[in-house]
C-alpha cells in the first residue's frame, strides 16, 4: 500500500511540472504548428533566474515572502524577454519553411541559449533550496514529504483550471481555438493571426519558465538542467496529442506516474518506459490519444 | 548495378578528393589533424544515410539508434567473442544495424514529416534509456574498445585511416549506384508524388523501407568506426537524442547534393570542434547552433552549395 | 473490333458508412473499345474508376481483368497487369522534365528486381520515350520542368505515364477538365489516335458532350451510383432518362 502511495504522490509530483512545460510546448504546437525544441530554454533560463532571485532574496535577508512573487515573475519576465526574442527573430522568419527546418532552427536556438546561460549564471550548480525549507514537511498516508512538491501539485492544478477556462470562456480562448483549427480561415475572418502566434509563443514560454521556476527549489540547477526535459516533454506532448491541451494532462499523468513506478519498482526501466510508450502511442494512434479536431480538407 | 560506375564524374571526384586526403594526411599536414579526418570521415558514412533520408523529405531525429547500435555491437563482440579485427567489426556494425533497421523500417515506412521524425526520436531514446541503465554495459560510463588488428595483426593508426577511406570509398560509390538507378530516382520521385508512384506499379512504403534500411546500415558502420577510432563507446557520446542532432545538424550543414557532400561537412565539423574547444570550450553549443541558424537561413544549401558555386561543378548532365 | 471481353465489373456495391456511392454496376468492356462514362458530379463515376484501379476496395461484387478476379487488388498491381488510369488533375512530377517523368514511368514498367538497381539511363528505354513523347506530340517539352507547363501539357504527360506498360485498358478521369477550350480536341485527338493504334480499350470520364459524342463507340450514364443507361452515344444522348438526370440541368 505504501509503495503505491509513493508511486501516486511522486508520480503526481512529477506529473505537475511535466504539465506545466508540457502545456506551454502544446499550445504552441497547437496554434503555430510548430516543435520548439527552444523550450527547454524558457524551463532553464526559468530555473536559473528563479534561482538568482532567490538567492539575492536570501543574501540580503529580504523577507521570505518574497520568494513567490520571484519565482513568478522570473517565469513572466524570461517568458517574455526570451519568447520575443526567438518568435520575433527566428520564427517569424520561417513560418513557411518546411517544418524539420524550423524544428532544426529551434535546437539551434536552444543550443545557443544553453551557452549564453553559462555565460550568464557561470557553471557551478545553484541549490535555492530556500522556499521549500521555508514551507517545511508534513506526513501524507505515512509518507514524508516537503509541503513544497504538494504546491507544486496545487499550481499545475490551478494553471490546468485557468487554461480550460481561458480557451472556453473567454474571446481571447475563443480566437485561440479558432486559429488552432484552421489558420487560414481565421485570417479570413479578420483574426490578426501574427498577433495571435507572438502571444500564443510569449504565453507558452512563460509556461515553459514556470515549470523551471517552481521546480528549481526542489532541485540543484546546474547546465544541461533542461536536456532530459526536452525529450520528456516531447513525450507528454505525443503521447497526449499535439495541440491537445487535455492531452498535455493525461500525457503528463501518464509519463510522470509511469517514471515514478519505474523509479521506485525497476530503476533500470526509468527511461526506458517512457519513450517505449511514446513509440507504441505513435504506431497506434499517431495524432496522440487526444488529438484536437482537424478539418478535413477535400 | 555498377556498371560503368567509375565513369560517373562524382564517383571519380569523391575517390580523388579521398586519395589526395590519405596521402595529404600523412605526409603533409600535421598528426593531430589525421584524427579529424578520421572521425570526419566516419561519421560522414551516418550522414550520407541521413542524407539518403533527407532527399525524401524524411528526417530522422534518432539516427543515432543505429549509430550508437553499431559501435555497442563493435564493443560487446570484442567483449564476449574477442574480436578485433576491423573487417569483421565493420561488417558486424553495418549488420546488426542493418538488421534492426531492417525490422524497424517495418513500422517507420508508414510514417511521413513529423512522425516519421518522432519516431525515430522515440526508439532511439528507448534503446538509450537501456543502455544508460544497464549495469552490464557500463551505464553512462559506456565500454571500452581495445585497438584492432587486420588479419591477426596489429594495426596501426595510419592503416587504421587508410582502411577507413577504403570503406568509405565502397560505400559512397554503393550509394552513387544506388542514386543513379531506378529505384534511387524513386526517392526524388516519392518526395514529388507519391500517388503516381503507386500507380506507376512501385510500392512506395517498400522504396522507403529499402533505403532506411539502406540509412540504417550506414549509421552503423559509422558508429563501428568511430568505437574503433576513439577506443570508446559510451550512451551519452553516441546514442542520446543530442547525438541524433548533432548528426542531423551535420547533414544540413552539409548539402544534399552529392556523395561528397556528407564527407566534407563531416570534417569541417570536425575542425569546428577541435578548434572551438581550444579557443572557447564554453561555447562550443552557441557555435553549433549559431552555425545551424546561418545554414538555415542563409545558406540552405549546404557548404556543398557553396562548393558547387565556386567551383561551377554542378553542371553536368550527371545524375544529381 | 474483336469482342473479347477485357474488364468485367459485377454487382459492384460501394457504400460510406451508409452513403450508398455505387449500387448495383454491372459493365463488361470488350478489347479496343472506347466508352464515355458521363453523369452529374457525385453521380458514381470517380467512386467507379476508383474501384476499378484499386484505389478504393467495393463493399460487395466482383471486378474480372481478362478474366482473372482482381477484385480488392492494389493500384500498383492493377498497373502491372495491364490496368492503367489517368488523374483528373494530373498526378505528374512537377519538379522533373517530362523525359525524366516519361523515364522513370518506363523504367518501373519494363525493369523488375534487380535491374531496378541498374542505371536509369537506359539507351533502349530513353528511345522507347521519345516515339511515346512523339505520340502525345509532347516532344518539343522533353527537356521542360513539368511545373512551368500548360495544363494541357501535362495532361498528355500524365496519360503518357499511364500508356507506358502498354495496358489492355486504360481509365481516363476527366482528361480535359482544366484544359482551356482550344486545346481540349487537340488532345483528345492525340490521344485517342495513339490508343487506337494499340487496341487499349478506353474508358474516360467526361462532362463535355462534344467531346463524348465524337470519340466514343458506346456511353455509360450515371445516376446516384447507379448506371441508367449503357448504349451507343446517339440512342444515349436521347434516352429519357439521360436527358433528365444527367444533361438537363
Known amino acids: 500500500m505504501q509503495f503505491w502511495a509513493t508511486v501516486f504522490l511522486d508520480g503526481l509530483t512529477y506529473a505537475s511540472y511535466l504539465f506545466i512545460v508540457s502545456l506551454g510546448l502544446t499550445i504552441i504546437f497547437g496554434v503555430m504548428k510548430i516543435l520548439n525544441v527552444a523550450h527547454g530554454s524558457f524551463y532553464a533560463w526559468g530555473a536559473y533566474t528563479a534561482a538568482f532571485a532567490i538567492g539575492i532574496i536570501t543574501d540580503n535577508d529580504l523577507p521570505e515572502a518574497l520568494f513567490f512573487p520571484a519565482i513568478l515573475l522570473s517565469a513572466i519576465l524570461v517568458g517574455i524577454v526570451l519568447g520575443y526574442i526567438i518568435e520575433r527573430f527566428i520564427l517569424r522568419k520561417m513560418y513557411n519553411q518546411d517544418i524539420h527546418l524550423i524544428v532544426l532552427a529551434t535546437f539551434g536556438v536552444f543550443l545557443i541559449f544553453e551557452d549564453l546561460i553559462i555565460i550568464t549564471f557561470g557553471v557551478d550548480p545553484y541549490l535555492p533550496y530556500q522556499p521549500a525549507m521555508m514551507l517545511g514537511w508534513v506526513d501524507i498516508v505515512g509518507l514524508n514529504r516537503g509541503v513544497y512538491q504538494l504546491t507544486l501539485i496545487l499550481l499545475a492544478s490551478v494553471v490546468a483550471f485557468s487554461c480550460w477556462y481561458g480557451l472556453t470562456k473567454t474571446k481571447w480562448g475563443k480566437l485561440l481555438q479558432s486559429v488552432i483549427y484552421d489558420r487560414e480561415i481565421s485570417e479570413a475572418m479578420g483574426i490578426n493571426v501574427t498577433k495571435v502566434y507572438v502571444v500564443t509563443f510569449i504565453g507558452g514560454a512563460i509556461l515553459g519558465a514556470l515549470g523551471g521556476a517552481y521546480v528549481a527549489p526542489t532541485t540543484s540547477v546546474s547546465p544541461g538542467f533542461a536536456i532530459d526535459l526536452v525529450v520528456l516533454s516531447f513525450a507528454v506532448v505525443v503521447i497526449g496529442g499535439m495541440g491537445s491541451i487535455p492531452g498535455a494532462l493525461i500525457g503528463s499523468l501518464i509519463v510522470g506516474l509511469l517514471r515514478a513506478f519505474a523509479v521506485h519498482q525497476a530503476p533500470i526501466l526509468e527511461l526506458f518506459v517512457v519513450f517505449a510508450v511514446m513509440a507504441i502511442v505513435l504506431i497506434i494512434r499517431p495524432e496522440g490519444l487526444f488529438a484536437p479536431p482537424k478539418a478535413r480538407k477535400i | ?320 | 473490333m474483336s469482342s473479347n471481353i477485357v474488364l468485367k465489373a459485377s454487382k459492384l456495391n460501394k457504400s460510406f458508412s451508409g452513403i450508398v456511392a455505387a449500387k448495383n454496376i454491372n459493365v463488361s468492356i470488350n478489347q479496343g473499345e472506347i466508352v464515355g462514362i458521363i453523369g452529374a458530379n457525385g453521380a458514381g463515376k470517380t467512386v467507379f474508376v476508383n474501384m476499378i484501379t484499386g484505389y478504393l476496395k467495393p463493399t460487395s461484387g466482383k471486378i474480372e481483368f481478362l478474366g482473372t478476379d482482381i477484385t480488392g487488388i492494389e493500384p500498383r498491381e492493377a498497373t502491372h497487369i495491364g490496368l492503367c488510369r489517368s488523374f483528373q488533375i494530373s498526378q505528374v512530377f512537377m519538379t522533373m522534365t517530362v523525359k525524366q517523368n516519361l523515364m522513370i514511368a518506363m523504367s518501373l514498367a519494363k525493369k523488375s528486381g534487380k535491374q531496378l538497381l541498374d542505371p536509369i539511363d537506359d539507351d533502349e528505354i530513353s528511345k522507347e520515350c521519345d516515339s511515346i513523347l512523339e505520340l502525345y506530340k509532347i516532344k518539343d517539352q522533353k527537356d521542360n520542368i513539368v511545373s512551368t507547363l500548360s495544363q494541357g501539357i501535362r495532361k498528355l504527360l500524365d496519360i503518357a505515364m499511364a500508356v507506358v506498360g502498354n495496358p489492355k485498358v486504360i481509365l481516363l478521369d476527366e482528361p480535359t477538365s482544366g484544359v482551356s477550350v482550344e486545346e481540349k480536341f487537340g488532345i483528345m485527338d492525340i490521344v485517342i489516335a495513339a490508343l487506337k493504334q494499340t487496341e487499349t480499350s478506353v474508358l474516360f470520364v467526361e462532362h463535355d458532350m462534344e467531346i463524348v459524342e465524337r470519340y466514343v463507340d458506346r456511353v455509360m450514364a450515371f445516376y446516384q451510383g447507379e448506371i441508367i443507361c449503357d448504349a451507343p452515344p446517339k440512342e444515349a444522348l436521347s434516352d429519357k432518362k439521360v436527358i433528365e438526370y444527367v444533361l438537363g440541368h
Not at chain 2, 49 to 70: I, K, P, Q
Not at chain 2, 87 to 110: N, Y
Not at chain 2, 162 to 186: D, N
Request: proline share 2%.
Open chain 2, 1 to 320: 548495378m555498377f556498371t560503368g560506375i567509375f565513369k560517373d564524374t562524382s564517383v571519380r571526384v569523391l575517390i580523388v578528393f579521398m586519395i589526395s586526403l590519405c596521402f595529404i594526411s600523412s605526409f603533409i599536414l600535421p598528426d593531430w589533424m589525421q584524427n579529424n579526418f578520421m572521425y570526419g570521415l566516419s561519421r560522414g558514412l551516418a550522414i550520407l544515410g541521413l542524407m539518403l533520408l533527407w532527399r525524401t523529405n524524411l528526417v530522422s531525429f534518432g539516427h543515432a539508434l543505429y549509430y550508437g547500435f553499431g559501435a555497442y555491437a563493435v564493443a560487446l563482440c570484442q567483449k564476449y567473442f574477442g574480436i578485433t579485427d576491423i573487417l569483421l567489426r565493420f561488417t558486424i556494425a553495418v549488420a546488426a544495424a542493418g538488421i534492426l533497421g531492417f525490422f524497424l523500417g517495418f513500422i517507420l515506412r508508414k510514417y511521413r514529416e513529423i512522425f516519421f521524425a518522432m519516431l525515430s526520436l522515440a526508439f532511439s531514446m528507448v534503446l538509450y534509456g537501456l543502455l544508460a541503465k544497464a549495469e552490464f554495459l557500463g551505464s553512462t560510463d559506456g565500454m571500452s574498445i581495445s585497438p584492432s588488428t587486420l588479419f591477426g595483426l596489429e594495426l596501426t593508426r595510419q592503416y587504421l585511416f587508410f582502411l577507413i577511406t577504403f570503406f568509405v570509398i565502397c560505400a559512397a560509390v554503393s550509394i552513387q549506384a544506388y542514386l543513379r538507378s531506378t529505384l534511387g530516382h524513386l526517392t526524388t520521385a516519392i518526395q514529388d508524388n507519391e500517388i503516381r508512384v503507386e500507380f506507376l506499379g512501385f510500392s512506395v512504403q517498400k522504396a522507403i523501407h529499402i533505403k532506411y534500411v539502406i540509412s540504417a546500415c550506414l549509421a552503423g558502420g559509422a558508429g563501428g568506426l568511430m568505437a574503433a577510432s576513439l577506443g570508446q563507446v559510451d550512451p551519452d557520446s553516441m546514442v542520446n537524442w543530442n547525438v541524433s542532432g548533432e548528426l542531423v545538424f551535420i547533414t544540413i550543414m552539409s548539402g544534399s547534393g552529392n556523395i561528397l557532400a556528407p564527407f566534407i561537412g563531416a570534417i569541417i565539423f570536425e575542425f569546428i570542434r577541435t578548434y572551438a574547444f581550444e579557443w572557447a570550450p564554453q561555447a562550443w553549443a552557441a557555435i553549433v547552433g549559431g552555425t545551424l541558424l546561418t545554414i538555415i537561413f542563409f545558406f540552405p544549401g549546404g557548404i556543398w552549395s557553396i562548393i558547387e558555386k565556386v567551383f561551377n561543378y554542378g553542371k553536368k548532365k550527371d545524375v544529381k
